[in-house]
């Protein structure tokens, strides 16, 4: 059964969105400290709508108080005068219910640094007879994930004492940083099954910001809509929510799990999403051609860049990268309110300004590169695009914030070329994979409208991995791998490892080579790869060693065809799927292995070579003798970003049957007797 073409080059534009996180995922309540214990819970040994769970909530709080915004220029912002400290106060009971549960005696406490601070923990473990044990650890801090901006971390304790049929509880405070806030949020999904969650929000006065909030259509059956209560506050109860079960090659679990959004925006509320975005579209315009100035300004740059008889897209390349070269502030590790103070840093700034300090953050660069090729006689726009990283943008939503990527979108021959300079390491020509595919907004003088920005082929993206090796007669492998990362799998690298030493980016390339391998090896980076560049491919060169490869008996060997093929062995082995299967962008999967086999050896059979393709997955592979040595190809194809779970099955099978072929062995004979075949 072949998988819809439909579903494979072409995405449904409301698919896609960003947001930036800007609260913990699992929320309880510190103000009141803890519950009394209840005989009840302790004596509980499963709870009979979550069969098997090793753990449940049975109880969870968050009060959230936003009292302290003020608004300012379009956005909103806690301002010094705020006569009130915004803060989360958060509340967890879990009780325990197998020794699997007694993981969660270790928690994990996500928050942005940027968002604020976690100011007190209090933690306690009460045992099955009733007796509790006072947390009094050490609370430790690790960094989870880097993005754009945005430095994720926890905080982290473990608690004594944890048996089957325990309660764990803890509730802290999270203490918000003076700055701007774009929204609150409540998920009421957690990976536990829930008994039972209160969720209240204090938000800011709506005469000096006005407040939007709606929630996802996931909630947990019977639970009522949130509302408002007489004294302004906006309060939620909930029972029995499901467990959210995570899956590989899923969309963000931001859009699939149950959640409230609380938008506080200054753009004006229409009921027509069309006026609405009308109307944001005007004044997200008239800001960025402020920003831009005049448009004569730059001539003078562009003529000193680029030449007269350059063509148009000669000048469109060097423009872009002669922006990528200026100073990326985006990019630089996070800096404290102190440095930042310190170094006095402008934010009202313009374009000239910008390229006369030869600096900027990824928003400024990426309008300055506007500026400079209307300068040069493009027709060019500038286009506020979504992340999704995190959600899928869906316009009638009427959320403006999730806008929040700049791209220059060119008018060329016809066709519609974006570009983001911005987004350092970007190759000309490629947008980071999460601004691919998605729904933009088009500014112009007139409200502007909507676009989709490229979805690159697989073929622009893709791992090659060449090899050329040597077999010894114990079926060992030695020899010489490249790895050649192009367009947003080197990007997507380059981005990962930009704060890391040589030291570790020669451990991560190493490591990544250690997991395309369904075996131990020895591997050893030998090159210098361009880390810094934007070039379309990052280059990795190693000596390698697989001991045993090929498993000898005898008067026969056997040889696997599958060398790289470790990272496709786990993929959809369950049999059922809850979500649809996303994976993030097209790509592809190119391997070329040289094999000599020792003197003497002779290919005794060879597996019949496999090309399968369903449209939006395709997958080769071949085994040929080449005068004495092994010559394997293989090729995997991934050309669908999302895909329906009816349409799993056959997913599944493809899977599967590339399993088996990977296994398939070449049949070698030691010796000089034997046929050659």
């Not at 006065?205 to 909030?213: C, E, K, S, T, Y």
């Not at 079960?245 to 931001?254: H, L």
């Not at 009427?398 to 220059?408: A, E, I, N, Q």
Request: net charge neutral; aromatic share 10%.
């Amino acid at each position: 059964m072949e998988i819809p073409v439909s579903l494979g080059r072409r995405l449904a534009p409301c698919f896609f969105s960003a947001i930036l996180l800007l609260a913990a995922n699992t929320m309880s309540h510190a103000g009141t400290g803890f519950q009394s214990v209840n005989p009840e819970e302790l004596k509980m040994t499963s709870e009979p709508q979550a069969p098997g769970a090793p753990a449940i909530i049975l109880y969870r709080q968050v009060d959230r108080n936003d009292y302290g915004l003020t608004g300012h220029g379009g956005a909103v912002y806690v301002g010094s005068q705020s006569s009130q400290s915004r803060l989360e106060d958060n509340y967890l009971r879990i009780k325990i219910l197998t020794e699997a549960g007694r993981k969660y005696a270790n928690v994990e406490i996500p928050l942005p640094r940027e968002v604020g601070s976690i100011d007190t923990i209090n933690a306690r473990t009460i045992r099955p007879d009733g007796s509790i044990v006072n947390f009094s650890g050490q609370v430790f801090e690790k960094s989870i994930y880097k993005a754009r901006g945005i430095n994720y971390v926890a905080k982290t304790f473990t608690l004594s004492d944890v048996q089957v049929g325990s309660i764990i509880e803890y509730y802290y405070t999270v203490s918000f940083a003076e700055g701007r806030l774009y929204g609150s949020r409540w998920v009421l999904s957690d990976e536990l099954f829930t008994k039972k969650a209160k969720f209240s929000l204090k938000p800011a006065q709506n005469d000096i910001v006005p407040l939007n909030f709606r929630w996802t259509e996931k909630l947990p059956p019977g639970t009522e809509s949130p509302k408002r209560d007489p004294s302004g506050i906006i309060r939620l109860e909930a029972a029995n929510i499901a467990a959210f079960q995570a899956e590989d090659f899923m969309p963000p679990e931001d859009e699939l799990r149950a959640r409230v959004d609380f938008i506080y925006s200054y753009d004006e509320f229409e009921m027509d999403a069309t006026k609405f975005w009308r109307k944001v579209g005007k004044k997200r315009n008239d800001e960025l051609e402020h920003f831009l100035g005049k448009r004569g300004a730059l001539e003078p740059v562009v003529a000193q860049i680029v030449a007269p008889n350059d063509t148009a897209e000669v000048k469109l390349q060097k423009l872009y990268a002669r922006v990528q070269q200026l100073h990326n502030t985006s990019y630089e590790v996070a800096k404290t309110e102190q440095e930042q103070k310190r170094e006095n840093i402008r934010t009202e700034v313009n374009v000239e300004d910008v390229w006369k300090r030869g600096s900027g953050d990824s928003r400024q660069l990426t309008w300055l590169y506007l500026a400079l090729v209307r300068a040069a006689g493009f027709e060019a726009y500038g286009v506020l695009a979504p992340d999704r990283r995190t959600n899928f943008f869906q316009p009638q939503t009427m959320d403006s914030f999730r806008l929040g990527t700049s791209v220059v979108l060119v008018k060329l021959n016809g066709k519609d070329l974006y570009f983001e300079p911005g987004a350092q390491f970007t190759p000309y020509g490629l947008l980071p994979w999460q601004e691919t595919g998605v729904q933009g907004l088009r500014l112009d003088k007139d409200g502007g409208g909507f676009v989709q920005t490229a979805l690159p082929e697989s073929s622009a993206s893709r791992i090659e991995r060449k090899a050329d090796l040597k077999m010894s007669n114990d079926g060992s492998l030695e020899g010489k791998l490249i790895v050649t990362f192009t367009g947003l799998e080197a990007l997507r690298r380059r981005v990962d490892e930009r704060h890391e030493d040589d030291a570790a980016r020669k451990k991560f390339l190493e490591g990544q080579v250690k997991e395309y391998i369904p075996a131990a090896v020895e591997v050893e980076l030998t090159n210098q790869p361009e880390w810094s560049s934007s070039s379309p491919q990052l280059v990795a060169e190693y000596r390698l060693t697989v001991p045993g490869w090929a498993s000898v008996a005898g008067h026969r060997a056997l040889f696997p065809v599958g060398v790289f093929s470790a990272p496709e062995r786990q993929m959809f082995e369950h049999a059922e799927r809850v979500h649809p299967v996303y994976f993030e962008y097209l790509s592809q999967k190119v391997d070329d292995i040289i094999v000599d086999l020792p003197p003497g050896w002779q290919v005794s059979s060879l597996p019949k070579p496999v090309n399968q393709d369903l449209h939006v997955v395709g997958y080769s592979c071949a085994a040929e003798n080449n005068k004495g040595a092994l010559h394997l190809t293989r090729k995997l194809d991934i050309s669908i970003i999302l895909l329906d779970t009816k349409y799993y099955g056959p997913l599944r099978s493809f899977f599967q049957g590339l399993r088996a072929n990977d296994e398939q062995q070449v049949v070698l004979q030691p010796g000089t007797t034997a046929t050659s075949n």
